[in-house]
């Protein structure tokens, strides 16, 4: 359980924007950090935003990866299974499997990837610090190359008036905190977050490892804010299919793979 040092009793609610249409399901930003166990950003003093976040919304303490590296992860994150993906070096453009990217366009509801210093959209190709093992829109066959070049893009400098329904965010590999410290991630995290929630967006962080195997990939920090979401610790289970699930339960989607014998994330 996080400790009432790491994170104090609930602030006044954060400060959301009104860019949600009334009685429409608020929009999703899953922003997805790197390879950090639970304990590591709780203790830290350098993770100061992140534990104000979890402080303003929803943290949730038992919260597991399922995989060591980093893809089969990203691809349990959006597709409810691995596809026999075990390393970070598997084929782009190969799995059949559903995701849900494909599911958001198959029921209108738009969607977009926002990888950061990727340069190009779709971009196949690791370029300095873009990881594209981090990137899952490229590894799904029915995206590539049409859907992945219009909503697989680099991150914006400016945010859209209106955010798509659902946004995959994937700092850099500095910004992640994968090459770099907790403190340059925590700093992304305090710039690039609060104009999201202004937007109205509920936004979900997590990790996509940690550095043990419980749970398969570590127990890491995930945590989640915005309108509806109620200031508490949830102690339940969860894993990546559980934030896929919850997921397509806040979009009226079907659930895919492993994801349809998950506990959901209680995304309002």
Same mark, same amino acid.
């Given at each position: ?17 009104? %860019? ?57 994150? #959006?597709?409810?299974? #691995? ?13 059949? *499997?559903?995701?849900?990217?494909? /599911?958001?366009?198959? %029921?209108?509801? *738009? ?17 300095? #610090? ?26 914006? *400098? /400016? ?12 700092? %850099? ?10 403190? *340059? ?47 508490? /610790? ?19 989607? /079907? ?14």
């Amino acid at each position: 359980m996080l400790s009432t040092s790491a994170v104090p009793a609930p602030a006044a609610p954060i400060s959301v924007g009104d %860019n949600v249409t009334p009685g429409a399901t608020a929009p999703i930003v899953v922003i997805v950090m790197e390879n950090h166990e639970y304990g590591s950003i709780v203790d830290s003093s350098s993770a100061q935003y992140l534990k104000a976040f979890a402080r303003d919304g929803m943290v949730f303490t038992h919260f597991h990866a399922l995989h060591h590296p980093s893809l089969p992860n990203y691809l349990e994150m #959006t597709s409810g299974q #691995t596809s026999g993906c075990g390393s970070d070096g598997c084929a782009k453009a190969r799995f059949k *499997t559903s995701s849900v990217f494909s /599911q958001l366009s198959d %029921n209108g509801i *738009t969607w977009a990837s926002w990888v950061e210093s990727m340069g190009s959209p779709c971009r196949m190709t690791s370029r300095g #610090t873009y990881a594209s093992w981090h990137n899952p829109a490229l590894y799904y066959r029915n995206l590539v190359p049409r859907a992945c070049t219009r909503r697989d893009v680099p991150y914006p *400098t /400016q945010l859209p008036r209106l955010l798509p329904r659902f946004v995959f965010a994937v700092p %850099n590999l500095c910004h992640d905190m994968h090459d770099c410290s907790i403190a *340059t991630g925590n700093r992304w995290l305090r710039s690039h977050v609060p104009p999201l929630l202004h937007h109205g967006a509920i936004v979900i962080i997590t990790f996509d490892e940690g550095t043990s195997y419980a749970g398969g990939g570590g127990h890491i920090f995930t945590a989640m804010a915005g309108p509806g979401v109620p200031h508490r /610790q949830n102690p339940h289970v969860y894993s990546h299919r559980g934030l896929l699930a919850g997921i397509e339960r806040h979009f009226g989607l /079907q659930r895919l793979n492993g994801a349809r014998r998950a506990r959901p994330l209680p995304i309002p």
